[in-house]
């Protein structure tokens, strides 16, 4: 069984949730902004009573289409504040959402459990370094540097292959690595506004990742799948939706059909829909007993 810090995580038919807890001004999803200590414990308790199994810090916006970037310093503070809030008000494990070796390494100093590197370790050249040394686990997401046209997932499998690869080399045990398919991060160059990791793609992005949700199976990785699809604008461009707070109903939908089709962590910013979701495909795939 793979390992998320203390978590055990990828059993059969058992789905994890991870709760977002988004500190970044910048973030595309107003509703998810916590940034006062009263806040941050409220939003954390909420997310634990309602079935997150582990809490996910973002210190700086990653959305593709918005110009989000702060310093790395900027960053690392709103992180560190944090973690050192929750480790006084829970016992959830805690991962850190950045790309960033330094502000990764100022986070690990604390004693948190799990890197989430949106760049699948490719985009800081320290950032492998860090990993070695603290030896957390990772989620590794789906990146690469050039333009990639092709089968969607062919490309999405070959980019996490590469991540794996350089986790292998900082001697990251096989059981303390997820991956993540990178919903959101396949661009094409016009809709990009800031310089943080996204990989560059030349066809409709909203069917890549529908096409990489129907397929998850297909990506034939033998690690467990994280997928964050909470109120993305994928979700908006297909429902024509601009207000991520009306895309709850698309964001159930695409949830439900990622477990089905083989994830095993769902990252959202509402756990208590996404507890639904799990509980209801569970009954609606339960197979009758004979005889009834």
């Known amino acids: 069984m793979t390992k998320l810090g203390t978590l055990t995580v990828g059993r059969k038919n058992e789905i994890t949730i991870m709760g977002i807890l988004n500190i970044s001004p910048e973030s595309f999803y107003k509703n998810s902004i916590k940034s006062t200590k009263s806040q941050i414990i409220k939003h954390v308790k909420q997310l634990e009573e309602n079935g997150a199994n582990i809490i996910d810090i973002g210190g700086m916006s990653t959305a593709p289409y918005l110009k989000t970037i702060v310093s790395e310093k900027v960053e690392s503070e709103r992180v560190t504040k944090t973690i050192k809030i929750i480790q006084n008000s829970s016992n959830l494990p805690i991962s850190v ?13 604390l004693g948190i459990d799990v890197i989430n590197d949106i760049s699948g370790l490719k ?3 320290q950032m492998p370094k860090v990993i070695e040394k603290y ?7 789906a990146y690469g540097t050039r333009v990639v046209s092709g089968s969607h997932v062919l490309i999405t499998k070959k980019l996490l292959n590469e991540s794996v690869k350089i986790a292998q ?10 991956l993540d398919p990178a919903i959101g991060f ?3 160059s016009s809709d990009v506004k800031n310089k943080l990791p996204y990989t560059k793609i030349n066809s409709d992005w909203a069917q890549r990742d529908i096409e990489i949700i129907k397929n998850l199976k297909s990506l034939g990785t033998k690690y467990p799948i994280l997928v964050s699809i909470s109120n993305k604008s994928f979700l908006g461009k297909l429902l024509e939706k601009d207000d991520p707070s009306d895309r709850n109903t698309g964001t159930a939908l695409a949830e439900m059909t990622s ?16 507890s639904d979701v799990i509980k209801m495909t569970k009954l609606l795939t339960k197979k009758s007993k004979k005889g009834l």
Not at 135 to 141: M, R
Not at 261 to 266: L, P, R, T, V, Y
Request: net charge positive; with cysteine.
């Open 97 to 109: 959402d950045t790309c960033r070796a330094s502000v990764a390494k100022n986070a690990l100093e």
């Open 123 to 125: 985009f800081d050249n």
């Open 135 to 141: 030896n957390p686990s990772v989620i590794l997401c």
């Open 169 to 178: 080399k900082c001697n990251v045990s096989p059981d303390r690595i997820v």
């Open 186 to 188: 396949f661009r094409r």
């Open 259 to 274: 477990t089905l089709n083989g994830a095993s962590i769902i990252r959202t910013h509402n756990p208590k829909i996404t």
